[in-house]
């Protein structure tokens, strides 16, 4: 039987649509169409077929998690600002019953306090913080990784 490619979805909250252009010393001069590219790139080597996401809106990032279910088989997020705030997210994210990596361009944990509560760590598998636009690229091999482990798993080692 011929294996199809995993299918992971990147989804981008608030505010990443202008990176490059916003805060370059915290979140780096690329832009996200840089970071796509990158992760497009890795992900042909890979051989994993990737899909990208973004929106400032809360409930549109609720929608698209939800529709993940079943679309796909991983999940990479920056909730961006909406990582401390945003139960409805976390929640999607909990629907989706998908495995997910949390990514932040910066470690929020060096920052500001209120950025460091994320109402998401403890719904997904891990977490890629503070190595800028590069962290997508780690994140993609990291969410490959986990499935190729629960796929192991599966077949019982
Ligand atoms: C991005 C944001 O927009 C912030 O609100 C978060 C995160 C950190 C990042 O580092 O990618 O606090």
Redesign the pocket.
Known sequence: MKKSSPRILFVD????NVLGKREPS??GGQTLEDIRKDVSDAARREGAAVEFFQSNHEGEIVDRLQRARGEVDGIVI?P??Y??TSVAIRDALVYCALPAVE??????SM?EPF?KVSLVEDVVAGRI?GIGGYGYVLALQAILHLLREKGRDRAGR
Do not use: K
């Open positions: 909250g608030p505010n990443l915290v979140y920056n961006a600002g990582t401390h990514l932040h361009l910066s470690n929020p920052r950025r913080c």
